[in-house]
């Protein structure tokens, strides 16, 4: 996979590329540039959930591309849940990029479908976890309230509100107990999220009774 993260690095204008995975960040990186590691995942993340969105709609998108005011940076979906990111320069020709990176996408696929790969695990709903029963149990115990939570954020953010609440649900998961007096420390990263302060404020009116 590295050498094929090292062929799109020569790309004309690349400063270096990774694969992000929605659930594990960068899990393997090329990257010579200065764009901190944060914000490599934040711009992932966005381009996960483009990729998402698309796919409710019926739409597969090939590439995309956000250029910003020190760098450009193209994205490519491979397995479901992880995308290519090609960090380049701001001037640089992301179509050029696109095409040239696609013509490795291929391979790359090859190899993380005969990988364990994070990319491969598939989740849906808010019940849905990576793991088996016992961790389905564990969820169970709080999924009425998750799916409260999921109708609030539909009103704030809309459709694509359960696949985000399910990557919410994942890191709520991994920083303590699964239970309702928790659910409170839930809903404070999904108001971050949210960002617009109207919204977020009718968002956490709606949820009051699971704060408390």
Not at 87 to 107: F, K, P, Q, W, Y
Not at 191 to 196: K, M, V
Request: charged share 25%; net charge negative.
């Amino acid at each position: 996979m590295r050498k094929l993260l090292k062929e799109i690095s020569v790309i004309p204008g690349v400063a270096g590329s990774c694969i992000f995975d929605k659930n594990e960040g960068a899990v393997c990186t090329e990257l010579e540039a200065d764009m901190p590691r944060d914000l490599t995942e934040n711009v992932g993340i966005h381009f996960v959930r483009l990729v998402q969105m698309g796919a409710m709609n019926k739409l597969t998108i090939k590439s995309a591309h956000f250029r910003f005011d020190r760098y450009a940076v193209v994205g490519l979906p491979l397995e479901k849940g992880a995308i290519l990111l090609a960090i380049c320069d701001s001037g640089a020709n992301c179509s050029l990029v696109a095409t040239t990176a696609a013509m490795l996408v291929e391979d790359m696929r090859d190899e993380l479908s005969g990988a364990s790969h994070p990319a491969r695990q598939t989740q849906t709903g808010v019940a849905s976890t990576a793991g088996g029963d016992e961790d389905s149990q564990e969820i169970s115990g709080v999924e009425e309230q998750l799916k409260v939570i999921e109708g609030a954020l539909v009103g704030a953010i809309g459709p694509v509100a359960g696949m985000i609440l399910t990557d919410y649900v994942n890191k709520w998961r991994q920083s303590g107990p699964v239970t309702a007096g928790r659910l409170p420390a839930l809903i404070t990263m999904l108001i971050d999220e949210i960002g617009d302060e109207k919204l977020a404020a009718e968002f956490k009116g709606k949820l009051r009774h699971l704060m408390s």
